[in-house]
């Protein structure tokens, strides 16, 4: 090897580009088979960090940190990165799954008989506990019902949540972002 050769391995070698770096197999980046990417937040936690979401003929193939997320700019911690487990993983329920009072199994439901069967329970426990009033004080609130956020919730669905529920009449809305 001549003095020049020898330089050239040097600088390679000190650069990480020698040939002690270089494994011979061919790299493709794993988002490379996607054919759409689609915005999202992280459901983890109430950090909220955005995800680029890789798609490939209508099923999640890898799920990214977003660069353009005010919040996270292309960051996820480790439980972020993993949420391709999440949307693909064997045991993720793509039914309704309802256990009946006194019920011993559960059952599947579909999604609008679930839905209504909600709906119904809402308006009978706001019914059931309505106030007009207390201690001769106007009131107009239910304590039929609450509502406990837990961390999965970003600040965007909380605000919908408090909303809705405070619409309904509730006064017992919480979020706790460690549940
Ligand atoms: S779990 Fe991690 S990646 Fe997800 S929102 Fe929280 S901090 Fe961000």
């Not at 995800?51 to 700019?73: A, C, H, L, M, T």
């Amino acid at each position: 090897m001549d003095a020049r050769a020898a330089e050239a391995a040097i600088i390679a070698t000190v650069l990480g580009l020698g040939a002690a770096a270089d494994s011979g197999k061919f790299r493709q980046a794993r988002t490379s088979s996607a054919d759409a990417v689609v915005k999202s937040v992280c459901p983890y936690c109430a950090v909220g960090c955005g995800q680029n979401v890789y798609v490939s003929d209508g099923k999640v193939v890898q799920i990214e940190g977003d660069p353009d997320s005010p919040v996270s700019r292309g960051r996820l911690c480790p439980k972020g990165s993993a949420s391709l487990q999440l949307t693909t993983g064997g045991s993720r329920q793509y039914t309704v799954r309802y256990r009946r009072p006194f019920g011993t199994k559960w059952e599947d439901l579909d999604l609008d008989t679930a839905m209504d069967m909600i709906a119904d329970r809402v308006l009978a426990a706001r019914r059931r506990g309505w106030q007009w009033e207390v201690d001769g004080d106007r009131t107009r609130r239910t304590l039929g019902f609450a509502s406990l956020g837990g961390a999965t919730l970003d600040n965007e669905e909380n605000y919908l949540i408090k909303k809705l529920f405070t619409a309904l009449g509730a006064i017992q809305i919480e979020n706790q972002a460690r549940i």
